[in-house]
């Protein structure tokens, strides 16, 4: 069983940075970051491989957001810079068996989410 915490969210204006955790437990997994604002689908935000290689991202979150892991610390994290408004939503971490060439995953665990606001 993988247990999966997320930290780090909070309030923070447009323009801002914040960095997101989430401590894993368990063998090494692809991890990703998914996030679902109010009323809407969840949608895909990021992944990265077991020993860190290659992430993906988000359209809208390309150039803004990095993932990286460090498997010493059982952690991944998402460093969200220049956040926008609608940026605004729970984000999750997630972790997949495997992961695609073209970088598609389907998690298998997910945490139990962690808010993040955008004020304007």
């Known amino acids: 069983q993988v247990q999966l915490v997320e930290s780090g969210g909070g309030l923070v204006q447009a323009g801002g940075s914040l960095r997101l955790s989430c401590a894993f437990s368990?063998?090494?997994?692809?991890m990703a970051w998914f996030r679902q604002a109010p009323g809407k689908a969840r949608e895909f935000v990021a992944n990265i491989g077991r020993d860190g290689n290659t992430p993906y991202y988000a359209n809208s979150v390309k150039g803004r957001f990095a993932m990286s892991r460090d498997n010493a610390r059982n952690t991944v994290y998402l460093q969200m810079n220049s956040l926008k408004p609608e940026d605004t939503a729970t984000y999750y971490c997630?972790?997949?068996?495997?992961?695609?060439?073209?970088?598609?995953?389907?998690?298998?665990?997910w945490g139990q989410g962690t808010q993040v606001i955008v004020s304007s």
């Open positions: 368990g063998r090494t997994y692809v």
């Open positions: 997630a972790a997949a068996s495997t992961r695609t060439a073209q970088g598609l995953i389907e998690p298998t665990y």
